[in-house]
């Protein structure tokens, strides 16, 4: 391959670089630098809603109190910290709006156990649904990412490689076909 080919396949490369917006987390913040925790989600802080949910409705099944689950996801090692300090609001006897205000980002596990109480429901029971809801949910959304990387990873790979393919498969073809 002579230097003006190479030097216009990285100039190729390079422009395909410039051309793309570079990927966001999602929240507008870059990505942690060390990798996620086990059962954290991709660049957030919290961890998965479907771990605490399944967490809290297993522990429910086991015949433990809202209260005391909520302590158990809070303990030290837990994987919800921010609970154990509903747990204790709630059982001092605050408001449950007050109390789940410290932890804004269970909201979803504050409404499965609200609907709970207000039917009368199984308490595990709608948290393992809404588990379940947001795993599905969670894979509808990872599965859309893939497929807008595909289509945007469409542009770089076809400047890359169709000259790579013109000068490695049809250029050396061509050559020898032709008469000297």
Not at 16 to 28: A, C, E, M
Not at 40 to 63: E, F, M, N
Not at 109 to 133: H, K, Q
Request: include cysteine.
């Amino acid at each position: 391959m002579s230097g003006a080919t190479a030097a216009l396949l990285a100039a190729i490369c390079l422009a395909t670089v410039f051309i793309l917006p570079p990927p966001s987390s999602g929240q507008g913040r870059p990505l942690p630098s060390r990798p996620p925790n086990v059962g954290r989600s991709r660049g957030q802080g919290s961890p998965s809603a479907a771990l605490v949910a399944d967490a809290a409705a297993a522990l429910l099944r086991s015949g433990a109190s809202v209260p005391l689950t909520l302590t158990h996801l809070g303990a030290a090692h837990g994987p919800a910290p921010e609970l154990a300090t509903v747990a204790r609001m709630l059982t001092w006897g605050a408001e449950p709006q007050q109390a789940w205000a410290v932890a804004p980002s269970y909201k979803g596990l504050r409404e499965a156990l609200a609907l709970a109480e207000g039917t009368g429901a199984p308490v595990s029971v709608v948290l393992s649904r809404r588990a379940l809801e947001q795993r599905r949910g969670r894979a509808r959304d990872e599965e859309a990412r893939a497929a807008a990387l595909a289509v945007r990873l469409v542009l770089p790979m076809g400047l890359c490689g169709l000259p790579a393919f013109i000068c490695l498969g049809i250029l050396p073809i061509g050559l020898a076909l032709m008469p000297w």
